[in-house]
T-cell receptor
Framework: TQLLEQSPQFLSIQEGENLTVYCNSS?????LQWYRQEPGEGPVLLVT?????EVKKLKRLTFQFGDARKDSSLHITAAQPGDTGLYLC??????????????FGRGTSLIVHP | KAGVTQTPRYLIKTRGQQVTLSCSPI?????VSWYQQTPGQGLQFLFE???????NKGNFPGRFSGRQFSNSRSEMNVSTLELGDSALYLC????????????FGSGTQLSVL
């Protein structure tokens, strides 16, 4: 079983602070995605990274895929209350059926106080 | 474009009963996958259907089953419910090729008493 460990599990910060969330595994993934889930809703895709060392930016969010494709990080600059939610990473590898199945981390619950 | 629709939104059942959950994917999407989300275990993959065929299955007991219809709508069934089956059940749809953006529904919150 491929496991994805996310840290920290919980994060409570003030508006304007910076933060980094980590997603680590002992396994190599062909690609990795980050999702954000708000209460009462399903996860929404933020980004997909596929190349080792890749860095992608989405406004104040910066995503990095580790060189060995075993880990990833999400950095938020100047957090805002609207960033509040559960952040999930999902690693992908091709399954026996031919499709790509995600293995999700347990998530980082972020609360940004105004 | 309408999103992924899951029904019902909430369900309360008792141990030993069975339950059927429904998922209508985004029009044109041929892949539907199901996930169980709990605070302790996080989001876990149940199974995936593509063009009415189960393409992959997660590590869940046989009490969990599903099917997909010709219009890509999918149902998931859990028989002989146990207290530990209480969870948010999410379905996601995608076109079904490679690593794609999964579009999730809002889920069905199942409580087993």
């Amino acid at each position: 079983t491929q496991l994805l460990e996310q840290s920290p599990q919980f994060l409570s910060i003030q508006e304007g602070e910076n933060l980094t969330v980590y997603c680590n595994s002992s396994s190599v993934f062909s690609s990795l995605q980050w999702y954000r889930q708000e209460p009462g809703e399903g996860p929404v895709l933020l980004v997909t990274v596929v190349t080792g060392g890749e860095v992608k930016k989405l406004k104040r969010l910066t995503f990095q895929f580790g060189d060995a494709r075993k880990d990833s990080s999400l950095h938020i600059t100047a957090a805002q209350p609207g960033d509040t939610g559960l952040y999930l990473c999902a690693g992908y590898n091709q399954a026996s059926g031919g499709s790509y199945i995600p293995t999700f981390g347990r998530g980082t619950s972020l609360i940004v106080h105004p | 474009k309408a999103g992924v629709t899951q029904t019902p939104r909430y369900l309360i059942k008792t141990r030993g009963q069975q339950v059927t959950l429904s998922c209508s994917p985004i029009s044109g999407h041929r892949s539907v996958s199901w996930y169980q989300q709990t605070p302790g275990q996080g989001l876990q993959f149940l199974f995936e259907y593509f063009s009415e065929t189960q393409r992959n299955k997660g590590n869940f007991p046989g009490r969990f089953s599903g099917r997909q219809f010709s219009n890509s709508r999918s149902e998931m069934n859990v028989s002989t419910l146990e207290l530990g089956d209480s969870a948010l059940y999410l379905c996601a749809s995608s076109p079904g090729q490679g690593v794609e953006k999964l579009f999730f529904g809002s889920g069905t919150q199942l409580s087993v008493l």
